[in-house]
Nanobody
Framework: VQLQASGGGLVQPGGSLRLSCVASIFARNTGTVAWFRQAPGKEREAVLGMRRQDGKTAYRDSVKGRFTISRDNAKNTVFLQMNDLKPEDTAVYYC????????????????????WGQGTQVTVSS
């Protein structure tokens, strides 16, 4: 299974970006998908994730109210909509997926996912 992430770029603080993740695994409305990020010199951290079967979503506290996850099953695509971006959101963003329907407490754990995209750079700067 290959995941293809795209949509990163340079944006000013307060701006918005939408990242996309395309994968054949998204053709089925099951499994779990998440977005992670890694800033220079820091460990990879979870941003948010969704259990596709029922849409239950887990969020990192710092992105609540600003980031959302959505999907287009017909296009095998999952989106990360990022609004009100801040300089501390600067990182390489990765999408990850598993065919399993994870419990909510496991959605933000990187060990829950066996499929990873290649990453797309998001830079928030004036």
């Amino acid at each position: 299974v290959q995941l293809q992430a795209s949509g990163g770029g340079l944006v000013q603080p307060g701006g918005s970006l939408r990242l996309s993740c395309v994968a054949s695994i998204f053709a089925r409305n099951t499994g779990t998908v998440a977005w992670f990020r890694q800033a220079p010199g820091k460990e990879r951290e979870a941003v948010l994730g969704m259990r596709r079967q029922d849409g239950k979503t887990a969020y990192r506290d710092s992105v609540k109210g600003r980031f959302t996850i959505s999907r287009d099953n017909a296009k095998n695509t999952v989106f990360l909509q990022m609004n009100d971006l801040k300089p501390e959101d600067t990182a390489v963003y990765y999408c990850a997926a598993t065919s399993r329907n994870m419990i909510l407490s496991a959605i933000l754990q990187p060990t829950s996912y066996e499929y990873w995209g290649q990453g797309t750079q998001v830079t928030v700067s004036s």
